[in-house]
C-alpha cells in the first residue's frame, strides 16, 4: 500500500455512516472508530487490525480460517490481522473494516473518538 493508511482509512470512513477517523489508542497514526470504539489501525504499512468483534469471528471462522491474507488471535480476541498487499487486498479489506464498523456500530458508546487526556488514558492500558 506503500504509505496510503490514511487515504485507506478515510475510505472506510467515507463508505459507511457512524465511522470516523482519529487517532489511534493502540499506537501513532490515524485509526477509524465508531463511536468510542476504535476498530482499524495499521500496525505497519501492510498489516491491518481489524476490531471484527469475537461473534462475528465466530460466525465467519472457516472463511477467515482458509483466508491466507487473515491472521487470527486467541478465540477471546475482538481482533484479527489482515494482510493488505495488492489491490485485490485493498477492496477485500475495506470490505472487511465496514463489517467491522456493522458489527461493532450498536454496542459501541456513542460519541466522538477520544482525543487529548482521554486518549492518551486509553493508550496506558494498551
Do not use: Y
Amino acid at each position: 500500500m506503500s504509505g496510503h493508511q490514511e487515504e485507506f482509512l478515510e475510505l472506510c470512513c467515507a463508505a459507511t455512516e457512524g465511522a470516523a477517523i482519529g487517532e489511534g489508542a493502540f499506537g501513532p497514526g490515524p485509526a477509524l472508530w465508531v463511536g468510542k470504539r476504535e476498530v482499524a489501525h495499521f500496525d505497519d504499512e501492510r498489516a491491518l487490525d481489524v476490531r471484527l468483534t469475537r461473534a462475528e469471528i465466530r460466525r465467519r471462522r472457516d472463511e477467515l480460517k482458509a483466508d491466507e491474507r487473515v491472521t487470527l488471535r486467541r478465540s477471546s480476541s475482538d481482533w484479527l490481522e489482515v494482510a493488505v498487499e495488492s489491490d485485490d487486498d485493498v477492496e477485500w479489506a475495506v470490505r472487511v473494516v465496514l463489517s467491522a464498523v456493522e458489527a461493532n456500530r450498536t454496542t459501541s458508546p456513542k460519541g466522538l473518538p477520544p482525543t487529548g487526556a482521554d486518549l492518551e488514558r486509553r493508550r496506558r492500558f494498551h
